[in-house]
């Protein structure tokens, strides 16, 4: 069984610090929305494969993103649907209904619709892979320290913290009354829809319960220990910064500030609307999109290094 708890697998990605991470994190995002040319979305998506396979969660991804490439199928139809009937922006028809639809014409299937829809999701699969990545290797409580050490409020940061824990308690909760539920001889997975859809409501009961019971629990210890009193706070654990952590936010932080001057110059940019543009890049492109990967994937030497250094 697949768990999306956080678990300290003691790794050199584990042991980095969490502003790293949540840089690194954030370049992926700000990159993956400003650049448009597919090698450039390409290189994004696979710049966290190295992360992914250092911090040893490649089952725990890999559940993840069967998760989303469901969502992206969707993407990807909806955005041919919506082109078919409304949008008409492509020019390379690849089907074309044989009928007429009142005040939208005949509905066709466009290369530019189909190749625009994949590329948005590779788009929001880099995305959801370095979030994903953030998810099982940053301590929800480093998490949370990280947030209000960037003087965040305080309540909102804890609400969210408790709200990035909840959907994994979530999925353990439902697969533990899964277990129960057939080990007492209901069958979920036979019958009719309506059939699945009554089984399935064994399942969500017990859950919603348990859901609520624990929400109770929550409240009760905050209220016991004080929550809300007093304007200063003091913390257990504190984030330290060594030389190598403050390497990697330089080098992650360039590489952000490269991909920014890249774009304002007019470099990675393509054009999906009406006709497909040349996948080739030109020169300057070619020497920038190796200094990405190099520069993205070096998060893993310098976590290496640092828990090196930390070990000596």
Not at 74 to 97: F, R
Not at 271 to 294: C, K
Request: with cysteine; charged share 15%.
């Amino acid at each position: 069984m697949t768990s999306f708890r956080y678990k300290d697998k003691a790794t050199s990605i584990h042991r980095l610090n969490p502003f790293c991470k949540l840089t690194w994190v954030g370049s992926i995002l700000v990159l993956a929305l400003i650049l448009d040319h597919p090698f450039f979305l390409l290189v994004l998506f696979l710049s966290t494969l190295p992360v992914v396979i250092a911090a040893n969660v490649v089952k725990e991804w890999g559940s993840f993103m069967r998760f989303a490439a469901y969502l992206c199928l969707a993407i990807v139809a909806i955005n041919v649907l919506i082109d078919a009937l409304v949008g008409h922006n492509g020019t390379t028809i690849l089907a074309q209904a044989p009928f007429q639809l009142p005040l939208v014409g005949t509905p066709a299937v466009t290369l530019e619709a189909a190749f625009f829809g994949i590329m948005m999701c590779l788009r929001l699969l880099s995305i959801i892979s370095a979030f994903t990545l953030l998810t099982l290797t940053v301590n929800p409580d480093d998490m949370m320290l990280s947030m209000i050490k960037m003087k965040l409020p305080y309540k909102s940061v804890l609400v969210t913290s408790l709200s990035t824990r909840f959907f994994p308690t979530l999925v353990d909760d439902a697969e533990r009354i899964t277990d129960v539920q057939r080990s007492r001889g209901l069958e979920l997975d036979k019958g009719g829809l309506t059939q699945r859809i009554r089984g399935r409501m064994s399942i969500i009961t017990p859950l919603l319960s348990n859901s609520l019971d624990r929400t109770v629990q929550v409240a009760e210890a905050m209220e016991s220990r004080g929550f809300g009193n007093g304007t200063k706070r003091t913390f257990y654990k504190d984030i330290q910064f060594s030389r190598i952590d403050i390497v990697t936010l330089l080098t992650i932080l360039s590489v952000c500030a490269l991909g920014i001057a890249m774009t304002i110059q007019g470099y990675g940019d393509y054009q999906y609307y009406p006709t497909l543009g040349e996948i080739n890049l030109g020169v300057v492109e070619w020497i920038i999109l190796p200094i990405l990967v190099v520069f993205l994937s070096s998060i893993v030497l310098l976590a290496s290094l640092k828990r090196r250094t930390d070990l000596d």
